[in-house]
């Protein structure tokens, strides 16, 4: 028994394209051919191309069916490793479910940061556009925690959200100091952010740099002077704030 390519290629549920690349790339062995230059594909030829196809199936590429296909050993080495691949792409995708299942339970739209869905009413478009940017600063860790922050220290946010443009010393001040308050408690739940993030490499830096570009565009000149003074006090004793001298 005998089969043209395209015959071949049906037997097998795969394209005579596909049968063509598998030749280019000694994946699967030319056969003889017929006087008229016909190729004549057999049993063999079949069997291996039914091979080939389970492998891919199992996703395997071209390149690892040809170096394993005829070596056990190889071939449960990239077994192995197709496998702590997928299970690495199943964790991905049970994630990506996750984080979709809480965009639907919260009905939040694509500004609202992955993780941040059940405090989205909390947060203003500043503090959203301030997350996206945080994310790509911070690991998940610092992401859990910074949501964590911002669930647990809402009140602090009412004066500062609220604080306008023009206003004066003292109402800088006052939001300042409560500010320092809230600051000296995160602090002490979590020692990291008690000073800036400090970069390991390029994406970091710039990262960083852009948070820091990004406060000007986001928030007041009122609201940022808050957020230095805050800052500023939150890393003294604590002395001073009631009487804001």
Do not use: C
């Amino acid at each position: 028994m005998a089969w043209s390519t395209r015959r071949l290629a049906e037997l097998a549920g795969t394209t005579v394209k596909a049968i063509r690349h598998y030749h280019a790339t000694d994946v699967l062995e030319e056969p003889a051919r017929t006087a008229n230059g016909y190729k004549q594909y057999r049993t063999a030829h079949l069997v291996r191309l039914l091979q080939i196809r389970q492998l891919r199936d199992l996703g395997m590429s071209t390149a690892e069916i040809r170096s394993t296909i005829d070596s056990d050993d190889l071939f449960f080495d990239t077994v192995r490793s197709l496998d702590a691949r997928l299970s690495a792409s199943i964790e991905r995708q049970q994630k990506i479910r996750a984080d979709l299942a809480e965009l639907l339970a919260h009905r939040t739209g694509p500004d609202v940061p992955v993780g941040f869905e059940s405090i989205a009413d909390s947060l203003t478009e500043s503090d959203r556009a301030v997350i996206a940017i945080s994310a790509l600063l911070y690991d998940e860790r610092g992401m859990r925690d910074l949501r964590e922050i911002a669930e647990h220290h809402q009140d602090a946010d009412i004066g500062f959200n609220e604080l306008p443009a023009d206003a004066g010393a003292e109402a800088i001040r006052a939001v300042a100091i409560r500010l320092a308050m809230v600051l000296r408690g995160i602090h002490e739940d979590y020692p990291g952010t008690r000073t800036p993030p400090r970069p390991t490499n390029v994406r970091e830096r710039e990262a960083l740099h852009a948070l820091y570009q990004s406060l000007p565009d986001l928030y007041n000149p009122a609201q940022i002077e808050a957020l230095g003074q805050a800052f500023r006090l939150s890393q003294e004793d604590g002395s001073s704030d009631e009487t804001g001298s």
